[in-house]
C-alpha cells in the first residue's frame, strides 16, 4: 500500500500536515526531535566509553583454589 506514494504523494502529505497543524507546531516539534536524537546520541557515546572503561579495569575473581588447577 505505502509502496506507490511517490513524491507527489508526500508533498500532498506534508502541504496537510502543513495546513492542520500550522507552521508554528510542527517547528517546534522537529526542534524536539532533533534534541531527542542529540540526547539519544550523547547516551550511546557515554555508554560506550562506560564499557570502554570497564573493559581496562578487569579484576580476576576466580577463588585461590581454582586458580592452583589451571597451573597444573
Not at 6 to 32: D, N, Q, T, W, Y
Not at 37 to 48: E, H, L, R, S
Request: net charge negative.
Amino acid at each position: 500500500m505505502l509502496n506507490n506514494i511517490g513524491l507527489p504523494g508526500l508533498l500532498l502529505i506534508a502541504v496537510v500536515v502543513l495546513v492542520l497543524f500550522g507552521r508554528g507546531k510542527i517547528s517546534g516539534l522537529m526542534g524536539e526531535v532533533g534534541k531527542g536524537i542529540t540526547a539519544f546520541k550523547k547516551g550511546v557515546d557515554d555508554g560506550t566509553k562506560e564499557l570502554d572503561d570497564a573493559d581496562k579495569v578487569v579484576k580476576d575473581v576466580t577463588p585461590e583454589d581454582e586458580k592452583d588447577k589451571d597451573k597444573v
